[in-house]
């Protein structure tokens, strides 16, 4: 059985297609050991620490015209293509200096939360807007004693 060896804090991303293409990937940095395993579906990426930041790798590899570079190149049939190796190890990445690189992967990552936040609140109203249509439709709730202001 195949597998990938991977460390913590590394950078995992999917190298099969959909997967690439929809920005599949994670920093392993709850793993309970130092390393381990994981599908041959994903490249390791270790980076650097004295050139690249591993947040700053993860939003960069994140950019939509990056992952499209990359799987322009994919290779093998339609629908099981894969990304090689070779690709990411020669796809040229801008690197500012390290305290750079720091800051660009924290603002983007307040970024993120802002965006989980807004969806998930987006989601609990979605909810709470159901739940309330089924109990005026289903008559739990009446509405005939409110008055119209016109």
């Known amino acids: ?27 392993l940095y709850n793993l309970p050991t130092d390393y381990g395993y994981a599908t041959t579906e994903v490249w390791a990426l270790h980076p650097k620490e004295d050139r690249v930041t591993v947040e700053y790798l993860y939003n960069y590899l ?26 990411v190890e020669k796809h040229k990445i801008p690197l500012p200096p390290l305290p750079t690189q720091q800051k660009i992967a924290n603002i983007l990552s307040s970024i993120d939360l802002k965006i989980e936040a807004e969806e998930n609140k987006k989601k609990a109203l979605g909810v709470l807007f159901n739940t309330l249509l089924n109990n005026l439709m289903t008559a739990k709730i009446r509405v005939n004693h409110l008055e119209v202001e016109t």
């Open 1 to 27: 059985m195949g597998r990938t060896f991977v460390f913590k804090n590394d950078l995992i991303i999917a190298k099969i297609t959909p997967s690439l293409e929809n920005g599949k990937q994670a920093i």
């Open 62 to 87: 994140k950019i939509q015209t990056v992952r499209t570079i990359m799987a322009s190149k994919m290779e093998g049939s339609t629908g099981r293509q894969r990304l090689p190796r070779h690709v």
